[in-house]
């Protein structure tokens, strides 16, 4: 597996995490800036791009 798949892999799931605990936390304002930010890097991790 390459080790760019590996690194996007992590982060979705330390976003996933981040997410749950906002959430579990009620912290709306923190879950929207997480989703954001996730939304935002998965944007620059389609494959083939350079």
Do not use: F, N, W
Request: glycine share 18%; charged share 10%.
């Amino acid at each position: 597996m390459p080790v760019p798949d590996v690194l996007t892999l992590l982060a979705g799931c330390g976003a996933i995490g981040a997410g749950t605990i906002a959430a579990a936390g009620g912290g709306r304002r923190l879950l929207t800036a997480l989703a954001s930010t996730a939304v935002h890097a998965a944007a620059g991790t389609e494959t083939g791009s350079k």
